[in-house]
């Protein structure tokens, strides 16, 4: 899988080196945000702290075997699928903030290319990302400005409703043709998968609006419930740990 993985990142350098500078646009974006919030909330704990490193790691790995394990949506084409994924994203960007959330969702993809490789020469695994991207950043974003309940729900509508907009405006610009032109399928073939389904596919703009749109509402929404409801149990967890590193660091610069 190795050598089959090397060259096809080599046959595709050119894309990969496009994923990795969107990768690092959305982090840029995701750290100013989060300057932005420090600095309204007075806090000056580092971005990358040494513990947020290591859970951003452990959140990464989940998140990349959560993502090994999609499944159908039925109402959609076979090659679209739903996962949880998002999950663990999404909880770490609430703890440790956007920039935390937006490499959770860069990494699960090393993790799950480096698990089952890749099947769409990195075209699938970049889209991932930026829709993943677009629910995870503006949740931990708005949630990071004032941390509450009610920003958390608000922040998950608001990632629910740019993770769909951004979701189908992506599809119709560029993954399908993209896709219609990995596996030399025409266009009106997909086109021709969505109207099996439903009979009121007859363009790019219908099969987006009735083939991804309510699947990634279905994601987004299924994805901010089961966060709501794990968060509140595991941040206690969080916590407790970046108290005690909080706790070593002052007791650290107190003995010099």
Request: aromatic residues 10%.
């Amino acid at each position: 899988m190795g050598n089959g993985l090397m060259q096809t990142i080599m046959d595709n350098a050119g894309f990969v080196a496009v994923c990795l500078v969107t990768v690092a646009l959305l982090l840029g974006v995701a750290y100013l945000f989060e300057k932005a919030a420090k600095k309204r909330n007075g806090s000056t704990e580092r971005v990358l702290a040494t513990r947020k490193i290591v859970m951003i790691g452990m959140f990464s790995a989940v998140a990349g075997i959560l993502y090994c394990f999609d499944f159908g949506w039925p109402f959609s084409p076979a090659f679209y699928k739903l996962d949880f994924s998002e999950l663990p994203a999404l909880i770490c960007g609430f703890a440790f903030g956007p920039v935390a959330g937006v490499m959770v969702e860069f990494l699960k993809q090393v993790v799950k290319i480096l698990i089952k490789s890749t099947s769409t020469a990195f075209v699938g695994d970049l889209a991932n990302f930026l829709v993943g991207s677009m629910l995870v950043l503006p949740a931990s974003v708005i949630y990071r400005f004032r941390k509450s309940r009610s920003t958390a729900i608000i922040g998950c509508v608001a990632g629910t409703l740019c993770m769909t907009v951004f979701g189908t405006w992506f599809n119709a610009v560029y993954l399908l043709p993209a896709f219609a032109t990995l596996y030399g399928m025409p266009l009106d073939a997909i086109l021709g998968m969505g109207a099996a389904i439903n009979s009121n596919v007859t363009s790019i703009g219908t099969f987006v609006v009735l083939m991804v749109a309510p699947l990634n509402l279905v994601k987004g929404g299924m994805i901010s419930v089961l966060t709501m409801l794990v968060y509140k149990k595991v941040s206690p967890i969080i916590k407790y740990g970046t108290a005690m590193e909080k706790e070593s660091v002052v007791s650290a610069s107190a003995q010099r």
